[in-house]
């Protein structure tokens, strides 16, 4: 399954396409480019766009925040709008939603058919028409960044830092009422929680450890036999988002940097920043690999795994490289298949599995590009510049036919086949 049971049946109902974090849609055809297409683009500005995701066919739906009133040192506010699906103009939008501190939230459709929203310190449910029905203050005056919703259709947030332990905050979906008392875990997290089941997984600033929902407890209980700490003696620093491919757990660390407008530069570790595969079965089954070996390598996304073609896309965004490996899940090999530098990527990405597209971004001459490749061969089918001037490090979704939606900060692309 590319997303939870209790999310919206929807080709892309919450971010990276689900709480696996597959960045493949569930249901839908891919872009299917064939030689003398290239792809069109019409945008807008906005505030701070972080994310589209779909409801019924037709249905598309972006999260965006406001950003000044941070740096003053006031709080900030989300809004959901319902838009246009071609023209991107506003159909629909929620009033100004409290949130507090400034991070870039989360948004999804539960499958009760609610949009949920976790922006600053905030979580609220929304009507399909923007129009909110419900907020619950989140008990940390920090930033929430995002959550999953598990199988059972609970809730999960968490607050980020990197120095506060991390807190997981369990809600009923359709009260918004702490399902049990928080569940405190042993370390801070910067990582979005990402999740398989009614299991939760955590990437903290040392391990990566998660938690199993227990119905007879009524609370999230920790797997004490499955943990493993990435950092061990080493200069790395924190990772980021895991990818759950049913089999085994992916992410990539040194996710410390300085970003603004680019990713580029932005590493402030000296060492190379690393690929790491842990099994879900047993975490002593792990292993990890430099991206491309350059020094003072960063990232602030998670990479990309295609199930179907057993192949593994990561990338050091602080050097601009873009590299994919061949998975071999019974000699637990990983093979170099091909491999860009000077490639500018650092956004989430989006991957369709009928033919092997591959959506991200290529930020070069203070400008950012959206590139299509060919997961396989890396071989660049389109590419168009969307006009952003800042590097997208959101997240995309796909659209309802041959088009696509590219969140990038200030600017949101539709980019469409023509």
């Not at 699906?85 to 939230?105: E, I």
Request: aromatic letters at 8%; proline letters at 6%; hydrophobic letters at 40%.
């Amino acid at each position: 399954m590319m997303a939870g049971a209790a999310y919206l049946d929807s080709p892309w109902p919450g971010e990276d396409g689900g709480p696996q974090r597959l960045q493949a849609p569930r249901s839908g055809a891919g872009l299917a480019l064939r030689p003398g297409e290239r792809l069109g683009c019409v945008t807008r500005n906005t505030l701070l766009s972080t994310m589209t995701v779909l409801g019924a066919p037709g249905e598309v739906y972006l999260l965006t925040h406001s950003a000044l009133r941070a740096r003053l040192g006031l709080p900030t506010t989300s809004c959901v709008e319902r838009i246009d699906p071609q023209t991107l103009k506003t159909l629909q939008c929620s009033p100004r939603l409290p949130g507090g501190p400034m991070w870039p939230g989360g948004m999804a459709i539960h499958g009760n058919g609610s949009l949920v929203v976790v922006y600053g310190r905030y979580l609220h449910r929304l009507d399909r028409a923007c129009g909110l029905q419900a907020s619950l203050q989140l008990p940390i005056d920090q930033p929430y960044n995002s959550f999953v919703i598990l199988d059972n259709g609970l809730i999960v947030t968490k607050n980020l830092s990197d120095t506060t332990a991390a807190r997981l905050t369990v809600v009923q979906p359709d009260t918004l009422v702490p399902a049990c008392a928080d569940t405190v875990c042993p370390e801070a997290s910067i990582a979005r929680l990402s999740s398989i089941g009614n299991t939760v997984y955590v990437v903290g600033v040392r391990a990566i450890f998660r938690y199993h929902w227990s119905d007879a407890a009524g609370q999230l209980v920790a797997d004490v036999d499955w943990r493993f700490d990435y950092i061990g003696n080493s200069a790395q620093t924190y990772g980021w988002d895991v990818v759950l491919d049913g089999q085994n757990a992916w992410f990539m660390d040194n996710g410390k940097h300085r970003y603004f407008r680019t990713m580029l530069g932005a590493g402030v570790s000296p060492t190379a920043n690393r690929l790491v595969r842990v099994s879900m079965h047993d975490a002593n089954d792990h292993q990890m690999l430099e991206v491309c070996g350059a020094k003072g390598g960063s990232i602030t996304n998670p990479p990309l795994v295609d199930l179907r073609r057993r192949i593994v896309v990561a990338y050091d965004s602080a050097n601009a490289h873009l590299q994919a490996w061949r998975f071999d899940p019974e000699l637990r090999t990983l093979t170099p298949l091909w491999h860009k530098a000077g490639f500018g990527c650092a956004s989430h990405m989006v991957l369709y599995p009928d033919t092997g597209e591959l959506v991200t971004n290529d930020y070069r001459r203070n400008a950012e590009e959206v590139v299509v490749l060919a997961i396989e061969t890396g071989i660049e089918l389109a590419r168009v510049r969307s006009g952003g001037f800042t590097q997208g490090v959101v997240f995309p979704s796909p659209g309802w036919g041959r088009d696509f939606y590219w969140s990038s900060m200030g600017r949101l692309a539709r980019i469409f086949v023509q």
